[in-house]
């Protein structure tokens, strides 16, 4: 069983910068594919972004070239580098983990989810 641990959400104006972190436990987080999904006030769940056991990263396009995801396997965390922030980025962020090591793009495909972290861009 894998359990998984966001932190880095916060309150931040638009236009600003945040990093969330997902730690994950376990032995065998570096075979895992990784992702970061959102959840506003009345919507659906969405990809944000994906990382494979190999390094290669996906991006939502409403987050490209915004966002930047990156794991540390020696320290069993995933990270979401988040700059130029927009209101629309207002949402609850999980973190995913899934046992195969390629990347899906729907949250359905993962096996694992943190609990989530707030992250609330203000004008």
């Known amino acids: 069983q894998v359990q998984l641990v966001e932190s880095g959400g916060g309150l931040v104006q638009a236009g600003g910068s945040l990093r969330l972190s997902c730690a994950a436990s376990g032995r065998t987080f570096s075979t895992y594919a990784m992702g970061w999904f959102r959840q506003a006030p009345g919507k659906e769940r969405e990809f944000v972004a994906a990382?494979?056991?190999?390094?290669?990263?996906y991006y939502a396009d409403s987050v490209k070239g915004r966002f930047t995801i990156s794991r540390d396997n020696a320290k069993n965390t995933v990270y979401l580098e988040m700059n130029s922030l927009k209101l629309e980025d207002t949402a609850a962020y999980y973190c995913a983990g899934r046992s195969t090591g390629w990347v899906e793009l729907s949250a359905e495909r993962y096996n694992y989810w943190g609990q989530g972290t707030q992250v609330t861009v203000s004008s």
């Open positions: 990382i494979s056991r190999g390094g290669s990263t």
